[in-house]
T-cell receptor
C-alpha cells in the first residue's frame, strides 16, 4: 500500500525566507504527484502537478521537484510572505487513486 | 464555470440518522472522488468513480454508499450516522485529459452527536 509522509508537520519562518517542504512516498510506480494548498476551513487548491516523466514544475515563486526513484518530492517556496501561511499537502496518483500526506502547516511571520 | 460544488456546507446529524451529501462538477470529468479529512490529518479516500455507472471502494468505505448515474453528479449517502463519521467531506474530480489533476469542492463539515 502506498504511504505518503510529509516532513515537517509544522514550520514557522520569518517573512522573506526561502523554504523547502518535503514529501516522500513508498511506491515509486506513480503516475503523477500533486501539491495542494489548504487554508483553514477551506477546500484544497491545486498548486502544481508533476507528471512521472517530469523532474520539476514551476509556478511563480513555487518550484516542485520529483525524484521517483528515491520516492521524494520537494516544494520550494521563494521569498515567503505572510499570505503563504496555510497547510500544504502532497498527493501521489497511482492507478485510479490518490494517496495524501498529512500536510505541513506553514506559518510565515511578518 | 463553477467547477466542483458541494451541498450542504454544514450539517449536524443525530446518531442513527441518514443523509446524502451532494457533489456536482461541470468540467465533464470522468473521475470523481469522495474523501474525508479528520482534524490534523490528510485525506482518506472513501469511494471513487471512473465514469457514470462505475464506482469502487477506497480506503474507508464502511458506513457509506455512492451512486453515479450521470457524469456530473456523485452523491455520497451516509446510513445510520455514527460519531466516528464526524469529519469534513470533500468531493473532487479529475480527467485523463488533464493528467488526472484533481479539482476539489469547498467541503461539507458534518457533526454527528
Amino acid at each position: 500500500k502506498q504511504e505518503v509522509t510529509q516532513i515537517p508537520a509544522a514550520l514557522s519562518v520569518p517573512e522573506g525566507e526561502n523554504l523547502v517542504l518535503n514529501c516522500s512516498f513508498t511506491d515509486s510506480a506513480i503516475y503523477n504527484l500533486q501539491w495542494f494548498r489548504q487554508d483553514p476551513g477551506k477546500g484544497l487548491t491545486s498548486l502544481l502537478l508533476i507528471q512521472s516523466s517530469q523532474r520539476e514544475q514551476t509556478s511563480g515563486r513555487l518550484n516542485a521537484s520529483l525524484d521517483k526513484s528515491s520516492g521524494r518530492s520537494t516544494l520550494y517556496i521563494a521569498a515567503s510572505q505572510p499570505g503563504d501561511s496555510a497547510t500544504y499537502l502532497c498527493a501521489v496518483n497511482r492507478s485510479d487513486k490518490f494517496y495524501f500526506g498529512s500536510g505541513t502547516k506553514l506559518n510565515v511571520k511578518p | 464555470n463553477a467547477g466542483v460544488t458541494q451541498t450542504p456546507k454544514f450539517r449536524i446529524l443525530k446518531i442513527g440518522q441518514s443523509m446524502t451529501l451532494q457533489c456536482t462538477q461541470d468540467m465533464n470529468h470522468n473521475y470523481m472522488y469522495w474523501y474525508r479529512q479528520d482534524p490534523g490529518m490528510g485525506l482518506k479516500l472513501i469511494y471513487y468513480s471512473v465514469g457514470a455507472g462505475i464506482t469502487d471502494k477506497g480506503e474507508v468505505p464502511n458506513g457509506y454508499n455512492v451512486s453515479r448515474s450521470t457524469t456530473e453528479d456523485f452523491p455520497l449517502r451516509l446510513e445510520l450516522a455514527a460519531p466516528s463519521q464526524t469529519s469534513v467531506y470533500f468531493c473532487a474530480s479529475s480527467d485523463y485529459r488533464g493528467f488526472y489533476e484533481q479539482y476539489f469542492g469547498p467541503g461539507t463539515r458534518l457533526t454527528v452527536t
